[in-house]
């Protein structure tokens, strides 16, 4: 099992900065990618951004390129999304997923963190 807990969300004004963490634990070698979705009210879950190793390969909705980027500290276990320019569309709940080595599916969720813009 893959427990993923994140933090780092909250209020801010359109145009303000947020870093995401979030933490890993337990089979932490058995992952080989993680990832950040985001849920507003009354939305389906949306991809964000992933990253995946060994080569960090990252990925990003169109929606967020430029403004946001995924990161990792091996050492930490912690992946962190680094948010710029934030906009009031961007409020949502931001989950963070693991994918296991040979697996396709992110199958490990975070709770999720609230993040707030507001105009």
């Known amino acids: 099992q893959v427990q993923l807990v994140e933090s780092g969300g909250g209020l801010v004004q359109a145009g303000g900065s947020l870093r995401l963490s979030c933490a890993v634990s337990g089979r932490t070698s058995s992952v080989d990618a993680m990832g950040w979705f985001r849920q507003a009210p009354g939305k389906e879950r949306e991809f964000v951004t992933s990253?995946?190793?060994?080569?960090?390969?990252?990925l990003y909705a169109d929606s967020v390129k430029g403004r946001f980027t995924i990161s990792r500290d091996n050492a930490r276990n912690t992946v962190y999304l680094q948010m710029n320019n934030l906009k009031p569309e961007d409020t949502a709940r931001y989950y963070c997923?693991?994918?296991?080595?040979?697996?396709?599916?992110?199958?490990?969720w975070g709770q999720g963190t609230q993040v707030t813009v507001s105009s």
């Open positions: 997923t693991a994918r296991l080595v040979i697996t396709t599916d992110f199958s490990f």
């Open positions: 990253i995946s190793w060994p080569d960090n390969r990252s």
